[in-house]
């Protein structure tokens, strides 16, 4: 709980100063189960919790999101150097001391076509990304087959953890159990929220015998990976492309384990759907781990593919 707390905590310190102090009026036991901080020009702060959107305190007023707080929040979060974070910047996100994920809204700027910055800033998401320890090991025995890891797909809709269970999947198997010997990872961290690398550091837990390849498109990293640093364990978030299956395939003809999320509820729904339903032909994963909720808690469940 004080873990939790602290995590929100350190989110809010982001924030302008009247915005952390708004936010810092949430009640403690919100704080624990706040998982976005969200400031949208014109309208008031709120901060998402799993039932949806709130303010801060019922009993303060609700002053509006300037785009000027915006502006100011990018520069603390880009450490007053938004020419050095401009190519993250047009992806559309910013990783804050801490690890902390923060989205961006606003007019993209273009050059040939393609994004090289964003201006004009309308709104922010500050995502409170939380480590949960050992999360994974109830599950690690039925991911193994004769005695080694199998490749394993997580599947969840929006929300439900997926990263947060990859990261923790990551750190165990990098840094062994006592079933397990330490394995070599390598991670493409393409939009910086496994490892939450902060100037060459990662902010996350992810294992002592683990490499991460950050702000890398996951079809180029995957191949940079196996060329250059021989992994035995390759780690990606949100497979949403033919290439980045592409990719996968091939990692696998080389003898690779592949840890991934998507997004689904179940393995039902990945067949109907042409792209998902080519990753699930080529046997590549032969576990899936479905999460869902019920009520506060959410539920892990493993199958056999």
Known sequence: MEDRITRYEQAAALL????????????????????????????????????????PSQELPRPA????????????????????????????????AGGFRVGFCGTAVLRD?????????????????REQPDLSL?????????GSVCSTLILSPPGLGKTTLLRDMVRTLSNGTEELPPHRVAVVDERGEIA?????????????HTDILDGCPKAAGILMLLRALNPQIIAVDEITAQE???????????????????????????????????LLR????????????????????????
Request: proline share 5%; charged share 25%; glycine share 8%.
């Open 196 to 208: 939450g690398m902060y100037r060459g550091v990662p902010q996350l837990s992810v294992g002592c």
């Open 16 to 55: 302008p100063p009247k915005w952390q102090r708004l936010a810092r009026q949430l009640p403690d036991y919100q704080k624990a189960r706040a998982e976005e901080l969200r400031l949208r020009t014109g309208q008031c702060m709120t901060v998402l919790l799993p039932e949806g959107e709130v303010w």
């Open 113 to 129: 076509g393609e994004r090289r910055n964003l201006r004009d800033i309308s709104s922010a998401c500050i995502r409170i990304g």
């Open 244 to 278: 980045d299956i592409a990719a996968i395939i091939s990692a696998a003809h080389c003898g690779v384990t592949l840890l991934a999320t998507l997004h689904a509820t179940t393995v039902e729904e990945l067949k109907g759907k042409p792209l998902y339903a080519k």
């Open 65 to 96: 999101v300037t785009q000027s707080d915006l502006e100011q929040l990018c520069d603390i979060v880009s450490g007053y150097s938004r020419y050095a974070s401009s190519e993250t910047l047009a992806q559309g996100y910013l990783t804050a």
């Open 282 to 305: 080529s046997r590549v994963f032969s576990r899936a781990v479905m999460i869902r909720r019920e009520g506060e808690h959410r539920i892990y469940e493993v199958s056999k593919l």
């Open 138 to 146: 109830p599950l690690l025995p039925q991911l193994r087959e004769g």
